[in-house]
Protein backbone atom coordinates (compact mmCIF):
# COMPACT_ATOMS: atom_id res chain seq x y z
CA UNK A 1 0.00 0.00 0.00
CA UNK A 2 1.00 3.21 -0.85
CA UNK A 3 0.17 6.79 1.15
CA UNK A 4 0.85 9.64 -0.61
CA UNK A 5 1.70 13.79 0.30
CA UNK A 6 1.90 16.53 -2.13
CA UNK A 7 3.24 19.66 -1.14
CA UNK A 8 4.74 22.88 -2.99
CA UNK A 9 1.47 24.56 -3.95
CA UNK A 10 1.16 28.19 -3.43
CA UNK A 11 0.49 31.21 -5.11
CA UNK A 12 2.80 32.67 -8.11
CA UNK A 13 2.52 35.46 -11.07
CA UNK A 14 1.74 33.96 -14.88
CA UNK A 15 4.76 33.34 -16.57
CA UNK A 16 6.19 31.85 -13.07
CA UNK A 17 7.53 28.26 -12.00
CA UNK A 18 6.43 26.05 -9.19
CA UNK A 19 7.71 23.01 -8.25
CA UNK A 20 5.43 20.57 -6.45
CA UNK A 21 6.72 17.21 -4.63
CA UNK A 22 4.51 14.33 -3.74
CA UNK A 23 6.50 12.38 -1.20
CA UNK A 24 5.50 8.41 -0.25
CA UNK A 25 5.30 6.08 1.90
CA UNK A 26 6.02 2.24 1.69
CA UNK A 27 8.42 -0.08 0.78
CA UNK A 28 7.41 -0.57 -2.84
CA UNK A 29 7.38 2.93 -4.09
CA UNK A 30 9.73 1.95 -6.77
CA UNK A 31 7.22 -0.31 -8.10
CA UNK A 32 4.45 2.01 -8.97
CA UNK A 33 3.54 4.66 -12.48
CA UNK A 34 3.44 7.51 -10.58
CA UNK A 35 0.71 10.76 -12.14
CA UNK A 36 -0.05 14.25 -11.61
CA UNK A 37 -3.60 14.90 -11.81
CA UNK A 38 -5.59 18.47 -11.47
CA UNK A 39 -9.25 19.88 -10.94
CA UNK A 40 -10.14 23.41 -11.53
CA UNK A 41 -14.08 24.46 -9.16
CA UNK A 42 -16.42 23.87 -11.49
CA UNK A 43 -14.25 21.43 -13.57
CA UNK A 44 -13.49 18.19 -13.93
CA UNK A 45 -10.64 16.56 -12.88
CA UNK A 46 -8.01 15.98 -15.52
CA UNK A 47 -4.64 14.47 -16.78
CA UNK A 48 -1.79 15.98 -16.42
CA UNK A 49 1.60 14.18 -16.41
CA UNK A 50 2.50 10.15 -15.70
CA UNK A 51 5.42 8.71 -15.54
CA UNK A 52 6.76 4.43 -15.01
CA UNK A 53 8.10 3.13 -12.42
CA UNK A 54 11.69 2.92 -13.79
CA UNK A 55 11.11 6.96 -14.75
CA UNK A 56 11.89 5.51 -19.10
CA UNK A 57 8.84 6.34 -20.21
CA UNK A 58 6.79 9.85 -19.27
CA UNK A 59 3.31 11.06 -20.71
CA UNK A 60 2.00 14.72 -20.42
CA UNK A 61 -1.51 15.99 -21.52
CA UNK A 62 -1.19 18.44 -24.95
CA UNK A 63 -1.93 21.67 -22.72
CA UNK A 64 1.23 20.78 -20.45
CA UNK A 65 3.78 19.36 -22.68
CA UNK A 66 7.05 21.54 -22.76
CA UNK A 67 6.14 23.32 -19.59
CA UNK A 68 5.62 20.83 -17.24
CA UNK A 69 8.12 17.80 -16.61
CA UNK A 70 7.59 15.32 -14.33
CA UNK A 71 10.46 13.30 -12.15
CA UNK A 72 11.01 10.88 -9.47
CA UNK A 73 13.45 10.04 -7.14
CA UNK A 74 12.79 6.33 -6.17
CA UNK A 75 15.89 6.20 -3.69
CA UNK A 76 13.59 9.61 -2.06
CA UNK A 77 10.90 7.63 -2.47
CA UNK A 78 9.38 11.65 -4.20
CA UNK A 79 7.40 12.50 -7.53
CA UNK A 80 8.08 15.74 -8.92
CA UNK A 81 5.91 18.18 -10.93
CA UNK A 82 8.21 21.09 -12.18
CA UNK A 83 5.67 23.83 -13.41
CA UNK A 84 7.26 26.43 -15.76
CA UNK A 85 5.79 29.68 -17.79
CA UNK A 86 2.20 29.14 -15.76
CA UNK A 87 -0.71 30.78 -16.57
CA UNK A 88 -3.90 31.61 -14.83
CA UNK A 89 -5.60 28.72 -16.02
CA UNK A 90 -3.24 26.26 -14.72
CA UNK A 91 -4.62 27.32 -11.56
CA UNK A 92 -6.32 24.45 -9.88
CA UNK A 93 -5.81 21.66 -6.84
CA UNK A 94 -3.03 19.27 -7.81
CA UNK A 95 -2.96 15.60 -6.46
CA UNK A 96 -0.41 13.24 -7.26
CA UNK A 97 -1.64 9.43 -8.00
CA UNK A 98 0.51 5.96 -7.93
CA UNK A 99 -0.88 2.81 -9.76
CA UNK A 100 0.34 -0.42 -11.15
CA UNK A 101 0.95 1.50 -14.91
CA UNK A 102 0.43 4.91 -16.05
CA UNK A 103 -2.92 4.04 -17.32
CA UNK A 104 -4.27 2.91 -13.91
CA UNK A 105 -4.20 4.78 -10.61
CA UNK A 106 -5.54 3.47 -7.31
CA UNK A 107 -4.10 5.62 -5.03
CA UNK A 108 -4.51 9.23 -4.30
CA UNK A 109 -2.88 12.36 -2.69
CA UNK A 110 -5.32 15.05 -0.90
CA UNK A 111 -3.91 17.33 -3.24
CA UNK A 112 -2.13 20.60 -2.95
CA UNK A 113 -3.49 23.94 -4.12
CA UNK A 114 -2.22 26.55 -7.04
CA UNK A 115 -3.14 29.59 -8.08
CA UNK A 116 -1.60 31.45 -10.90
CA UNK A 117 -2.60 35.59 -10.84
CA UNK A 118 -2.69 37.37 -14.07
Known amino acids: QVQLV ?22 TFSRYAMGWFRQAPGKVREFV ?27 KNTVYLQMNSLKPEDTAVYYCAAGPNT ?16
Request: contains cysteine; proline residues 0%; hydrophobic residues 35%.
Open 49 to 75: AAISWSGENTRYAASMKGRFTISRDNA
Open 103 to 118: GAFNFWGQGTQVTVSS
Open 6 to 27: ESGGGLVQAGGSLSLSCAASGR
